[in-house]
């Protein structure tokens, strides 16, 4: 990891992101075992498994990732890969154990492609916009629903996105007419950050007459999409894209759907990945607002019911709350074959692994005031500390890994 | 018990009714320890103890029940009593339990009056119009909401009323305007049974606007109030009326309410009774949805959603359903020092406990065509053989109770 990403992983991912589709298994668990550059030579020379070949077939011998930077460079999208500091480890990092977990299960015969798209974390981002993208996750809400919203969805979701967006909440959404666009309208309205998760190229704003929204969003908050330069938004990519909405929001909203939609598969995929689902109710006479109802009362994990920015709050949480119960710095539980493990870690992790409370769980920027480091380092160092086993993390927040924890002693 | 009831217990009750207001934890308890007859005595002596003297000191000398019940007869009403087959013995076996609980924490020296109304059963009903009052609680469902109702709550209520009635469910409801008049109209627009439970005495509707909904609902179902002609509509009557709406209903939908308001309150009563609450989602827009919001969301208990009249139908069960499944005649589990409790029951009641199941809980129907006796008479009976410890009751219906069932036996 470092600030500057090397021209061949760049092209590598560049590359990657062309010849094969967004939550692909085999592509990505081969990037995963490869590394980029090595699949993206593997994937070119028609080298891979079976099922890497024909995943990348249609594109691998075309592809022109420099001329998709260049054609990106011009329209200000910049592609921001997992070995960038830019990337949201953070928010993907739930993606990354599904997707885990998904690979697995693939490899061991489960070979039937999920009808509502994969739970893998995407090969790259191409990204517009000065946005933060690693800090997505943090405290960032989706406000998803439906295209053919009525007045009244569209008046929440504006009300909700504006008042999200004046409590520091980063509003996140797909790029549709309806609730997508009133959702964005209302976090600009408020002067907030929007981010506006595309299915298509960033070149081809779709649907075209959101295309001054699109251009909004831009300017003070981010537009995103995992498909290249020129890549239609089909329908395959909707569904694959609504996984991305659930990563990189804290918890997502339903405002308006009909009984089937884009909108309750976006909620299946909050629950895949731990995330709340909250849902606005409506009209019983309406029937955009029956998605919705089902939600609330289905049996298993029913949606949160919220009416208003205070209880969306009150669900994804308001960062720093509590954090004077618990300031002493934590006692020094390591021990002597643990510090072999933090050694290998760089300067920062290290830090941030003993600003991890032993006992209370704590969020991102509890930690950062405990350890002396930005919120942002805390949660570009979460997942490193968290694949090396170092901790635990809960719908609570972070502490030190149960193996670390010295016993309670009573007194 | 018996078809008539005499004439002293009639003029007794009818006393009590004038003397004590509803849900008077004292009186109740003293009915029931001496019976209405000599309670009614000892009140008008003044004899009794110092709370019964206090809750009944303003009209005890006064009250002149022969005067009230020519009165009664002049305006159609009848007195039912609890001596009488046509008092509602199913539907308040629940109120009977509780009253009895509270009668025990009042003498233990919990003296303190709830503000939401104690759970006891009336000392009698004031009665107009041919419905079946026996019946109550068995498939009837209580629709309550504001008097400030919106267009859209009076449109969902009317439809539910209409859609319940048609479905052969008695609608229960209070006399206001708003949702109590929109429920009742619904199901008598389907030529349906409909229930006014009202506050006040029943020859002085109130408000006066809905006099006229009064009359049509006392030609073909029921209009019922605790207290006697000439008793003014107070506010505490309307606290007290409100048990009365929960427990003549299997269930009880919420259509539309503030967030304190009085069908909060009958959702506590129904909540108490052991009865589901049910709750009409609205726009969050609306504050007249704002109570039917928290009901759904609250953490012990939440309401249940419901949106169209097949999900009433679905929480208050289909009469009969499920049948087929077990028509076999339970096998005789009765060992002989049982057969002594069995000879005090009256024959009808001696059917029906051998028309229970001894495994799975059937409905009184079901138990009806297992035994070979009306509906009416199982649910007269099940309160006998409840309190005789003879049954179970759960949600799912009545079986013989466990101590009576045969050990199962391992083949």
């Not at 599904?98 to 090969?123: H, I, N």
């Not at 996140?172 to 959702?183: C, E, L, N, T």
């Not at 969003?217 to 909405?245: D, K, M, Y």
């Not at 609330?296 to 720093?320: F, H, I, K």
Request: proline share 8%; net charge neutral; hydrophobic share 45%.
């Amino acid at each position: 990891m470092g600030g500057v990403v090397s021209d061949d992983i760049l092209l590598a991912r560049a590359y990657l992101s062309r010849v094969a589709e967004p939550a692909c298994i085999p592509v990505w668990d081969c990037v995963r075992c490869l590394g980029p550059v090595a699949a993206a030579r593997l994937i070119r020379d028609g080298a891979g498994s079976p099922e890497v070949s024909a995943a990348t077939a249609a594109r691998r011998e075309h592809a022109d990732p420099q001329a998709d930077l260049d054609v990106a460079q011009r329209h200000g999208i910049r592609l921001v890969v997992p070995e960038s500091d830019e990337w949201p480890h953070f928010a993907l990092a739930a993606l990354e154990r599904t997707g885990r977990a998904r690979a697995r299960t693939f490899q061991a015969g489960e070979r039937k492609v999920s009808d509502s798209g994969e739970p893998m974390p995407p090969l790259a981002l191409w990204v517009k916009g000065p946005g933060e993208l690693a800090a997505l996750g943090v405290r960032s809400v989706g406000i998803v629903g439906s295209r053919a919203a009525t007045a009244y969805g569209e008046h929440v979701t504006a009300d909700l996105g504006y008042g999200l967006a004046g409590r520091g909440v980063v509003v996140v959404s797909g790029g549709a007419y309806g609730i997508d666009a009133a959702a964005h309208r209302g976090a600009l309205a408020a002067g907030g950050q929007t981010v506006v998760v595309s299915a298509g190229g960033l070149d081809r704003p779709y649907p075209t007459g959101n295309a001054a929204l699109f251009t909004r969003a831009a300017e003070s908050g981010l537009v995103i999409s995992e498909s290249p330069p020129g890549a239609a938004p089909q329908r395959h990519r909707f569904l694959t894209r609504n996984r991305l909405i659930a990563a990189l929001s804290t918890g997502t909203v339903v405002v308006e759907a009909a009984r089937r939609s884009g909108a309750a598969n976006t909620a299946h995929h909050c629950l895949t990945l731990g995330r709340p689902v909250m849902a606005v109710p409506g009209p019983v006479t309406s029937p955009m607002s029956a998605g919705c109802h089902d939600l609330l009362r289905r049996e298993n994990d029913p949606a949160l019911l919220v009416t208003c920015v205070d209880d969306v709050v009150a669900v994804v949480g308001a960062m720093g709350d509590g954090i004077a119960a618990d300031q002493r710095p934590p006692a020094d539980p390591i021990a002597g074959d643990v510090r072999a493990e933090l050694d290998v870690l760089d300067p920062v992790a290290r830090r941030v692994f003993e600003g991890l409370p032993v006992r209370r769980p704590a969020r991102p920027d509890e930690i950062a005031q405990r350890c002396g480091v930005t919120p942002l380092e805390v949660i570009r160092s979460l997942p490193v500390l968290d694949l090396a086993g170092l901790l635990e993390a809960s719908d609570a927040g972070y502490r030190i890994a149960a193996r670390l924890r010295p016993r309670r002693r009573r007194v």
